[in-house]
């Protein structure tokens, strides 16, 4: 115990102290920096995936509209030429 009251009160091992806790806080932010960056990374990634997923499931629901509801309608457009 005595020797942390020692380094407490010693000029230059506080000043080193000081120094070590303020480059220690700063790697931490920038590693928080990076691991946020990842995150939203990510987040952008899965939005892209996700407006992508939208756009195939419309068009897929805009070609179930106009399909033929019947065999009459079948033989209607094969008749008219729609296909």
Do not use: C, Y
């Not at 790697?27 to 990842?38: H, I, S, V």
């Not at 990374?41 to 019947?70: C, F, N, V, Y």
């Amino acid at each position: 115990m005595g020797w942390i009251v020692a380094i407490l009160t010693d000029d230059p091992a506080r000043k080193a102290l000081g120094l070590f806790l303020a480059a220690t806080t700063i790697a931490l932010f920038l590693l928080n920096l990076r691991r946020a960056g990842e995150r939203a990374g990510r987040l952008a990634e899965r939005h892209s995936t996700s407006e992508k997923t939208h756009e195939i499931q419309r068009q897929m629901l805009d070609a179930a509209s106009r399909r033929p509801h019947g065999r009459d309608d079948v033989i209607e457009r094969l008749r008219n030429g729609g296909f």
